[in-house]
C-alpha cells in the first residue's frame, strides 16, 4: 500500500488527531507495560517478565493498526470522500482491553504476592 497522499481531505485533521491519539496510546501501554514488569520482577520473578513482554506485544499490535486504520481511512476520505468502506476499529480496542485485564492481574498477583 502506497503511503497517505499530502492531500487533507478537512481542515480539523480528524484522522490524524485520532491516529496520534493512538499513537500516544500504545506508547502508554508500553511503558505502563515495562514499568508494571520492573516493579512486579521481585515479587513475581519470571512471570512478571512475561507479563511484560505481552504487553508489549499488545501495544506494538495497537500502534501497527492504528497505523494501518489511519492509511484506510485516509485513503477512503481523499478518494471517495466518505467511510462506507473503513471497518470498525476493533483490533486496537481489543488489544487495549486486553493490556488492561493483563496490567489488573499482574497487580492482583503482585499484592497477593506480597
Known amino acids: 500500500m502506497s503511503p497517505p497522499s499530502g492531500r487533507?481531505?478537512?481542515t480539523g485533521l480528524q484522522?490524524?488527531?485520532t491516529a496520534?491519539?493512538?499513537r500516544r496510546t500504545a506508547l502508554a501501554m508500553a511503558v505502563g507495560a515495562v514499568g508494571a514488569?520492573?516493579?512486579?520482577?521481585?515479587?513475581?520473578?519470571?512471570?512478571a517478565l512475561v507479563a511484560a513482554v505481552a504487553g508489549l506485544a499488545q501495544a506494538a499490535l495497537v500502534a501497527v493498526a492504528a497505523r494501518r486504520r489511519y492509511r484506510v481511512v485516509h485513503q477512503s476520505l481523499t478518494t471517495r470522500g466518505d467511510l462506507t468502506g473503513v471497518r470498525q476499529a476493533g483490533?486496537?480496542?481489543?488489544?487495549?482491553?486486553?493490556?488492561?485485564?493483563?496490567v489488573g492481574l499482574l497487580a492482583l498477583a503482585f499484592v497477593l504476592g506480597d
Open 91 to 102: 483490533v486496537p480496542i481489543a488489544a487495549l482491553a486486553c493490556s488492561g485485564v493483563l
Open 37 to 47: 514488569g520492573r516493579l512486579a520482577v521481585p515479587v513475581l520473578g519470571a512471570l
Open 15 to 17: 484522522a490524524e488527531r
Open 8 to 10: 487533507v481531505f478537512d
Open 20 to 22: 496520534l491519539a493512538w
